[in-house]
Nanobody
Framework: QVQLVESGGGLVQAGGSLRLSCAAS????????MGWFRRAPGKGREFVAS????????YYADSVKGRFTISRDSAKNTVYLQMNSLKSGDTAVYYC????????????WGQGTQVTVSS
């Protein structure tokens, strides 16, 4: 069992920046990778970025490449999402998710944190 808690969301103007945090606890030794997803109003879930705990490999959606950066702090079991050059299209609830070493699928999810970008 893994618990995930996101923080750092808020209201920013277009072109501004925010840094989201995701703190993991519980059976974190079973974690393979961590990912960020988002859900905009009236839309489905969208993949944003992910990072592998062992190798640190990162992956990004084309829509955020060059603007968002995912990073990790293994000592704190925490993953971050630095978001720069924010656009109104980035407005969404952002969720942190955990992928286990057994399933390689996202089995655990945080409660989400709201990011609102004013145009």
């Amino acid at each position: 069992q893994v618990q995930l808690v996101e923080s750092g969301g808020g209201l920013v103007q277009a072109g501004g920046s925010l840094r989201l945090s995701c703190a993991a606890s519980g059976r974190t030794f079973r974690s393979w990778s961590m990912g960020w997803f988002r859900r905009a109003p009236g839309k489905g879930r969208e993949f944003v970025a992910s990072i592998n705990w062992s190798g640190g490999n990162t992956y990004y959606a084309d829509s955020v490449k060059g603007r968002f950066t995912i990073s990790r702090d293994s000592a704190k079991n925490t993953v971050y999402l630095q978001m720069n050059s924010l656009k109104s299209g980035d407005t969404a609830v952002y969720y942190c998710a955990d992928s286990s070493v057994s399933t390689k699928s996202y089995d655990y999810w945080g409660q989400g944190t709201q990011v609102t970008v004013s145009s």
